[in-house]
């Protein structure tokens, strides 16, 4: 069974940085696409950024690039969100995700997910 745990999310001012990781386990992700979500109260789930376990490929969402910097570590099987010059528009619960599919943005292509970690940011 697959299990994703975040973990890194709190409460930060603007500008400020935070760190989100996501221990996976339960299957090989060789042949799996790693993503994080966010979803604010009352909002969708929107995509932030994705990364191709096996060949480190990645996508970030347009409103995050340059900000938001998504990695994988394949020998402790984690995936990492650095968050750099957060912004009161990135307060959101952070999801991790796994998908077969390559690089998806479209949250339904997404099979697995964590119990996600709040973010909050103040202006």
């Known amino acids: 069974q697959v299990q994703l745990l975040e973990s890194g999310g709190g409460l930060v001012q603007a500008g400020d940085s935070l760190r989100l990781s996501c221990a996976a386990s339960?299957?090989?992700?060789?042949?799996?696409?790693m993503a994080w979500f966010r979803q604010s109260p009352g909002g969708e789930r929107e995509f932030v950024a994705a990364?191709?376990?096996?060949?480190?490929?990645?996508l970030h969402a347009d409103s995050v690039k340059g900000r938001f910097t998504i990695s994988r570590d394949k020998a402790k099987n984690t995936v990492s969100l650095q968050m750099n010059n957060l912004k009161p528009e990135d307060a959101a619960v952070y999801y991790c995700?796994?998908?077969?599919?390559?690089?998806?943005?479209?949250?339904?292509?997404?099979?697995?997910w964590g119990q996600g970690t709040q973010v909050t940011v103040s202006s």
């Open positions: 990364i191709r376990w096996g060949s480190g490929n990645i």
């Open positions: 339960g299957r090989s992700f060789t042949t799996y696409t």
């Open positions: 995700a796994t998908s077969p599919v390559y690089l998806s943005s479209i949250a339904d292509e997404y099979s697995d």
